[in-house]
């Protein structure tokens, strides 16, 4: 043989081993004798069947044979044997096995050596190995999450799962602590003043019962209109409202339909409303982003009698469909309520209301971008109006506002002005010789009017007590100076103490949040605990930070009848008890639920 030859006998290049081969290789087990021993098999069967010679017990014993000499030579047993021993001496030195062996000294003729090789078969085999299911008996691979049967042997994937299963049929239910949506719902109740001692009434439990199964409802039956208007609130608040839901409060009888959000429901919900309900006097729609030309030319088509209507946000009708309305159908309306206008709803629109709606006697116009002081000017000729609630995005003069109270404050019940940044004290004035019939007065978000003005408006004031009173946000806005200019900007101290001397009778809610120029000594003379307004139920408080914990203790003695308390941003309120019955809003550290005997000290 030549130089290469050789060479290319004795540099072979070997690949990489398997792991199987290494594992063969290391128990002497060679794959060339495999294949033989499998082809002589399969040429001893071929034989058989040839013959037909009853050859299969030999075969079967002399393969068996074979196989446990390959399976198990004579230095595996050793191997085996040792690693047995080592097992059974650390089983020895266990807790496990020192606790067995204490037992087993009571009982005669107990052999140590017997307890270590039982808690030794016993023993779970490491994951990865092969192990047989104890109920089974099916061959499977032992992994971390094998299962332990009722003989402390292990269990195969498929009988885990079925005893899984059983164990969880057969275990008793825990029984659980208020879960999130609870304490959810209790706050939620808390923030709307509700505040429960003891359980709910069967009406209230009812009601939340059909509301947590609404889908499953076919119809509501005869349910009178205070159901339905409670039911609608639940419903709208779980945003639920659809063309399916909607159905349920459709009744051919009723004269009033009120829903809370729209936000589901397209042109062909809102013209079936009154198509089912073709005498409907009242309409509340929130939300109603789909409230179109085509539902307004429906109703004019059909003289659909409506007396009282609120819409909101229903920016889709054109003003042009507005002015028809109010030309057609607007001697019918007593009361209209828009909102949340920011496409339709002009100055020139407002002027067709006034002409078209002369028998108006409530009107609310909220956050309508589009109107300015020549609406204010045109709603100075509804002489019939009682309640009036105006809030403007565009701002306005002094003027035309004073000029509208002076034409129709006398005839007022309710007087809403909401940010008209330009009114000044003449406003103020002006409602104090004009209005002589108010019961409900909101003048908020001003920094214009100053403290002498309101203590002029409630001192020596024609207009009987007020029951409820919104003055919030009436400061001034020069946060440099804490405590405000010499001359009081907003409720200060004695508009404050004027407003109490001429309402606290009869005065049901009061708001008078961010008016931080009014002073600690204010607050402790007004509620002192001595002088009393048995009829006050709600007070907003927020954001004055005089006001501590003893004002607040002084509330709960001067108002007995106080369900109600919001007090955001009042950080000198501390550990407050809170009286059974009371919301107290916004103080986080307050000692509520507690139930009191006696007076609060």
Not at 163 to 182: G, N, T, V
Not at 258 to 269: A, M, N, Q
Not at 441 to 448: A, P, S
Not at 499 to 510: D, I, N, P, V, Y
């Amino acid at each position: 043989m030549d130089r290469s030859g050789r060479r290319a006998a004795t540099n072979r290049i070997r690949g990489p081993q398997s792991a199987l081969t290494d594992f063969l290789a290391s128990n002497n087990i060679s794959a060339v004798q495999i294949r033989d021993d499998y082809e002589r098999r399969r040429q001893t069967t071929q034989q058989q069947e040839a013959q037909n010679v009853p050859l299969t017990a030999p075969v079967e014993e002399e393969e068996e044979e074979e196989a446990e000499e390959r399976v198990e030579t004579v230095e595996q047993k050793k191997r085996k044997k040792r690693k047995e021993e080592a097992a059974v001496a650390k089983i020895k030195q266990s807790k496990a096995y020192q606790k067995r062996k204490a037992q087993n000294d009571d009982k005669p003729g107990g052999d140590d050596d017997d307890i270590a090789w039982d808690m030794y078969a016993k023993s779970k085999p490491l994951p990865g190995q092969l192990e047989n299911c104890e109920l089974c008996e099916k061959r499977f691979t032992v992994t971390a999450y094998s299962k332990t049967g009722p003989e402390g042997g292990l269990l195969c994937a498929k009988c885990s799962k079925a005893q899984e299963a059983e164990r969880k049929k057969d275990a008793k239910p825990k029984k659980q602590a208020a879960s999130r949506d609870k304490r959810r719902k209790t706050q939620s109740n808390l923030l709307d003043g509700i505040v429960r001692n003891g359980s709910k009434t069967l009406q209230e439990l009812c009601v939340e019962k059909v509301a947590d199964n609404i889908n499953d409802v076919e119809e509501f039956g005869d349910l009178p209109q205070a159901l339905l208007d409670r039911l609608s609130q639940i419903l709208s608040k779980r945003r639920v409202i659809t063309s399916r839901t909607l159905d349920l409060f459709l009744r051919s009888d009723l004269g009033s339909i009120s829903v809370y959000d729209c936000g589901k429901l397209e042109v062909s919900d809102y013209i079936r409303i009154f198509s089912i309900i073709p005498k409907v006097e009242r309409l509340n729609l929130r939300n109603a982003g789909q409230f179109k030309d085509d539902v307004l030319d429906y109703m004019l088509e059909r003289h659909i009698p409506i007396q009282h209507l609120q819409l909101e946000a229903a920016n889709l009708v054109t003003d042009t469909k507005w002015r028809e309305y109010f030309a057609k159908a607007g001697h019918r309306l007593e009361s209209l309520k828009l909102s949340w206008l920011d496409y339709s709803m002009d100055d020139e629109s407002i002027g067709h209301l006034v002409n078209g709606c002369p028998t108006l006697k409530r009107l609310k116009l909220k956050k309508c971008f589009r109107l300015g002081d020549a609406s204010l000017e045109a709603l100075s000729q509804l002489k019939h109006l009682e309640y009036l609630s105006l809030r403007f995005i565009t701002p306005t003069t002094m003027e035309p506002l004073r000029s509208l109270i002076h034409s129709v404050g006398k005839g007022l019940r309710t007087l809403s002005l909401e940010k008209f940044d330009n009114a000044d004290d003449e406003v103020l004035s002006e409602i104090h010789l004009t209005c002589a019939s108010l019961s409900k007065l909101r003048f908020c978000e001003n920094d214009y009017c100053t403290d002498r003005a309101f203590c002029a408006l409630f001192t020596r004031w024609s207009n009987p007590p007020l029951s409820h009173v919104d003055l919030s946000s009436n400061r001034d806005l020069d946060y440099t100076r804490p405590d405000g200019p010499e001359d009081p900007i907003g409720l200060a101290s004695q508009g404050f103490k004027a407003l109490m001397a001429h309402s606290g009778s009869k005065l049901e809610r009061l708001d008078i949040s961010s008016c931080r120029h009014i002073t600690q000594e204010a607050f402790a003379e007004v509620f002192d605990g001595v002088k009393q307004y048995p009829l006050l139920r709600e007070i907003n408080i927020s954001f004055l930070t005089k006001i501590d914990t003893v004002i607040v203790a002084g509330m709960f003695r001067s108002c007995p009848a106080v369900a109600k308390v919001t007090a955001f941003g009042c950080f000198n309120v501390i550990d407050i008890i809170v009286p059974p019955g009371v919301a107290l809003i916004g103080v986080p550290n307050a000692l509520e639920s507690i139930v009191q005997e006696g007076d609060f000290a």
